[in-house]
C-alpha cells in the first residue's frame, strides 16, 4: 500500500529484470527440457539433456558459457512489460480494495497474469525462438535461426505480420494467469502466516524470501504443465499463412502432448522449472518489496 500504480509499474518491471539476469540460465535449461522428444514416446529419442546439472553441462559444452544467456535481451524486455503490467494492474486492484474480498487476490492475480502475458507475448515468442537454437548434434525442438533479437522481430513480422508477433499467446495467457494468482495469492498468505507465528519479524527481508519459496513451490506445480504446452507453442514451426504445423492450438496441444509422451509429458523439465521460479519468485518479489518501501 502507499506506492501509486504508476510507481509500481516501474517497479515491477525493475525486480522482473534484476531477477531475469540471474535465473535466465535455469530459463534456457528448461526450454530444451520442454522441447526434447516432442511429441515421441519415452524411451523412443535421444537425451542430450538429462536432468538439470547435466543439461547446463550440455549447454555449456555446445554454445559455451555464453550460452546459458541466450536470449537475455528478450527475456528482460518480456519480464520488463509482463511485470510491469502485472504488478501496476494489482496495484490498482489493491487501490479499488478488491484484493479485500474472498479470493479478491488470486482473481486479481490471475488478472493481471493474462494482462502482462499478452503484453508481452512477442518478447517471449523470441526468447523461445533464441533459447532452442544451437548446435544440430543437441538441437531439439525446432530451429528458427535467427541472428539476434532484432533480426527475430523483423523476421517474424516480415513473413507473418502483426498477428504473427503474437502466435502462441493462447498458451501465454492461461500460464502466467494460473501463475500469477498462485504466487500472489501464496506470497502475500504465506508471508502474513510466518509473521503472525513471529517466525519472522513483520515487514522484514526473511519474512518476504520465507513467502516467496512457498509461493515458487506452488507456482512450479500448477504452472509447469502449462509453461510446457507455451513453450511448444512458440517454438512450432509454421506453415506461410501463419498456422501451425504441429498444433492447431491450446486444446490441441495437450491433447497430443498427452496421447504421444503421455501425461509425465506435461510435466517435462520440473525440476528446472521450479529451480527456476523458485529464486526468481524470491527475487523479484523480494526486489519488488524491497523497492516499494524504498
Same mark, same amino acid.
Given at each position: 500500500?502507499g ?8 517497479? @515491477?518491471?525493475?525486480?522482473g ?19 526434447q ?5 519415452p ?10 546439472l547435466?543439461?547446463?553441462? !550440455?549447454v555449456?559444452?555446445?554454445d559455451?558459457?555464453r ?5 537475455l535481451?528478450a ?7 509482463? #511485470?510491469?503490467?502485472r504488478?501496476y ?11 479485500w ?11 493481471a ?9 512477442p518478447a517471449?515468442? *523470441? ?7 544451437t ?9 528458427? #535461426?535467427h541472428? #539476434? ?10 513473413q507473418?505480420g ?13 500460464r502466467?494467469? *494460473? ?7 501464496t506470497?502475500?498468505s !504465506? ?11 513483520e515487514?522484514?527481508?526473511a !519474512? ?8 515458487g513451490?506452488?507456482?512450479a ?13 512458440? #517454438?512450432q ?9 504441429l ?8 491433447l497430443?502432448?498427452?496421447s504421444?509422451? @503421455? ?5 517435462k ?15 523479484s ?6 523497492l516499494?518501501?524504498?
Amino acid at each position: 500500500g502507499g506506492v501509486p500504480p504508476a510507481v509500481d509499474l516501474v517497479l @515491477g518491471a525493475a525486480a522482473g529484470c534484476l531477477a531475469c539476469v540471474l535465473t535466465n540460465p535455469l530459463e534456457v535449461v528448461k526450454t530444451r527440457l520442454q522441447l526434447q522428444g516432442e511429441l515421441q514416446p519415452p524411451g523412443t529419442y535421444p537425451r542430450p539433456y538429462r536432468g538439470v546439472l547435466r543439461a547446463v553441462g !550440455a549447454v555449456c559444452q555446445a554454445d559455451g558459457l555464453r550460452g546459458l544467456q541466450k536470449g537475455l535481451a528478450a527475456g528482460l524486455l518480456y519480464q520488463g512489460l509482463m #511485470n510491469g503490467v502485472r504488478f501496476y494492474c494489482c496495484s490498482l486492484a489493491e487501490d479499488a480494495g478488491w484484493t479485500w474480498y474472498p479470493g479478491g487476490t488470486v482473481a486479481a492475480g490471475a488478472v493481471a497474469g493474462a494482462v502482462g502475458a499478452v503484453v508481452g507475448s512477442p518478447a517471449y515468442l *523470441v526468447k523461445t525462438h533464441l533459447q532452442a537454437q544451437t548446435l544440430s548434434a543437441v538441437a531439439v525442438g525446432h530451429q528458427h #535461426n535467427h541472428e #539476434n533479437i532484432s533480426a527475430a522481430f523483423k523476421t517474424i513480422y516480415k513473413q507473418h505480420g502483426v498477428a504473427g508477433l503474437w502466435r502462441g499467446v493462447s498458451g501465454a495467457v492461461p500460464r502466467v494467469a *494460473v501463475g500469477s494468482a498462485a504466487q500472489l495469492a501464496t506470497f502475500t498468505s !504465506a508471508k502474513d502466516w510466518v509473521c503472525e507465528h513471529q517466525w519472522f519479524r513483520e515487514g522484514s527481508w526473511a !519474512a518476504v524470501l520465507a513467502g516467496g519459496m512457498v509461493s515458487g513451490v506452488a507456482v512450479a506445480v500448477t504452472m509447469t504443465p502449462f509453461d510446457v504446452i507455451s513453450t511448444r507453442l512458440y #517454438n512450432q514451426p509454421v506453415e506461410a499463412d501463419g498456422t501451425g504445423k504441429l498444433y492447431r492450438g491450446f486444446v490441441d496441444c495437450i491433447l497430443q502432448i498427452s496421447s504421444k509422451e @503421455g501425461l509425465l509429458g506435461l510435466y517435462k523439465g520440473i525440476g528446472a522449472v521450479y529451480l527456476r521460479l523458485g529464486p526468481h519468485t524470491v527475487l523479484s518479489l523480494f526486489f519488488w518489496d524491497e523497492l516499494r518501501k524504498m
